[in-house]
């Protein structure tokens, strides 16, 4: 097992997709047919629902313009929260709901092995608090706990949050894949997708 940061010589992929699942896709079968091993891949953001599901698949990059010449993680997260809050201005508590999404994809170089997601339903604060975490964390309000994300340990965070709420039930997957094989979770992953049908938009 290895992770990206012992494989610097691959290019990083576009990120091209409408939804989380299709960029969790892209990037699985991109790093397996580049590596030539099965690879996990994700991807994870916030939808907001008075934004339409924004900023979606942009969390990362929603404040872009305003990030200056190589900016660090922690300006970029303070800039993104910044913009999101000027953008929920005037919008009531109501009306503020939002929720953290995480899709995970396993691939191997033929294709999608195993999916799965995971969500974690809050609303958006009026303004940051608390230090732990990062992203979103300080303006995701969580109100059964009476909290933002970023005030929750870290032991508390990782029992409910979107990333670990996927992992597990994407390792609730990992036996059938023994069972079935490679070939035989592709067949059944393509079908799921058809009936399925299109991905919706992250908070549609």
Known sequence: MS???ERADIPEPDETGDG???NARAKALYYARATGQVCLADDS???VDALDGRPGVRSARYAEERFPIGADR???DRLNSAKLLEALRGVGEERRTARFVCHLA???AGGVLLEARGTLEGRIAERARG?????YDPVFWLPSRGCTAAELSAEDKNAISHRGQALRRLAEQLPGLLV???RGRR?????GRRRRGPPRRPGR
């Open 20 to 22: 989380f699942a299709d």
């Open 74 to 76: 922690a300006t970029r």
């Open 106 to 108: 396993l691939a191997d």
């Open 180 to 182: 079935a094989g490679p």
């Open 187 to 191: 067949r059944r992953a393509a079908a």
């Open 45 to 47: 953001g916030l939808a």
């Open 131 to 135: 230090a732990n975490g990062f992203g």
């Open 3 to 5: 992770g990206l940061g």
